[in-house]
């Protein structure tokens, strides 16, 4: 396979209440905000795009919330855990600090000399703070919740569970071009490059669990990372050849995307690392205004009717603080 993805571009996944998720991802979590949009296929819907400063990949959690949204199914054929990258010194802080939000925590564990906490959304959604004990060189968003020295650098990593891996291993390295890293017991870890935060990805093999179903509190997609749009390209017909159902080429608006399933049933996304999302609002600003395409700008007035508002902290743009 002669493509070679640099690691995660951003995972999206189903959210209830708007107000609810954006409150613990931005005052209990300490994120940015970084884009205000809608999902263009439901455009009565917000997406809420999670990230450091400018939301570079491989920083993003990003959320289709419906307020009514029935709860999901956790399970196999889906990502089940999404984990982010602390600083190694901070996973007795972050205990503290989600406790104290009534956020309910495990104990620290120790996997591939990582400490992990794990925890939930307001949603359900399995979350993760991971520390990597060399470090991870990204700098963080800073904000009075969330002090620097502790805050998120960004994705650590995803989990998808499955009944079997050897098909699902088969994507991740010749479709994806991931390496094999390591086994611990039913728990298989495939990294990018050198791996490390926001470059790796665990296969866990549950074939005693129910098939997950994608609704609140469960993830929608993992989108992994293309450094341009000729690269996506040729990639989506080398998996074509390969026998891959693939998706034509969207206009993501901040990326270009395309999808496919990978055999255990996870839906994969390989995304473009340009424009970015500096390219209708300057960086001090971002996520501050509803942001549509220009193909929804002719129906704003009846969409800004149809979302909710949203009460953002003032740190989220320092430039109206």
């Known amino acids: 396979m002669p493509f070679r993805t640099s690691g995660l571009h951003h995972v999206t996944a189903i959210g209830g209440d708007p107000q609810r998720n954006a409150d613990f991802y931005l005052r209990t979590l300490g994120l940015r905000l970084v884009k205000t949009t809608v999902n263009f296929d439901d455009p009565g819907t917000y997406h809420l795009y999670y990230g450091d400063e400018s939301g570079r990949p491989g920083t993003l959690l990003t959320f289709f919330p419906w307020r009514d949204a029935p709860r999901g199914r956790i399970g196999t054929g889906q990502a089940t855990t999404v984990s982010f990258s602390v600083p190694e010194h901070s996973v007795g802080w972050w205990q503290r600090h989600l406790e104290a939000a009534g956020v309910a925590t495990s104990q620290v564990i120790n996997r591939d000399d990582e400490d992990a906490l794990l925890f939930r959304d307001p949603d359900g959604l399995q979350l993760a703070l991971v520390a990597h004990p060399q470090g991870d060189p990204r700098d963080p968003w800073d904000t009075p919740a969330v002090p ?3 805050a998120i650098r960004g994705l650590h990593s995803v989990t998808l569970s499955v009944n079997r891996e050897d098909a699902t291993a088969g994507m991740l390295t010749e479709g994806l071009g991931l390496s094999f890293s390591n086994e ?3 728990r298989f870890r495939f990294v990018a490059g050198e791996g ?17 179903l994608v609704a609140a509190g469960t993830v929608h997609h993992v989108a992994w990372r293309a450094p341009d749009e000729d690269t996506q390209s040729a990639w989506r017909e080398e998996l074509i050849e390969r026998g891959v159902g693939v998706t034509s080429i969207m206009d993501r608006q901040y990326f270009r995307s395309i999808y496919f399933r990978e055999p255990g049933g996870t839906l994969l996304e390989i995304a473009t690392d340009q424009p970015g999302f500096a390219v209708d609002e300057p960086l001090l600003e971002l996520g501050r205004a509803l942001k549509l395409p ?18 953002l902290p003032s740190e989220n743009n320092p430039v109206s603080a």
């Not at 490390?196 to 997950?212: F, I, S, W």
């Not at 220009?294 to 009460?311: F, M, V, Y």
């Open 294 to 311: 220009p193909w929804l700008e002719p129906d704003r007035q009846q969409i800004e009717a149809t979302l909710p508002k949203l009460d």
């Open 184 to 186: 611990e017991r039913n």
């Open 196 to 212: 490390g935060p926001g470059a790796t990805v665990d296969v866990l093999v549950t074939p005693e669990a129910p098939r997950g």
């Open 148 to 150: 620097a020295e502790h």
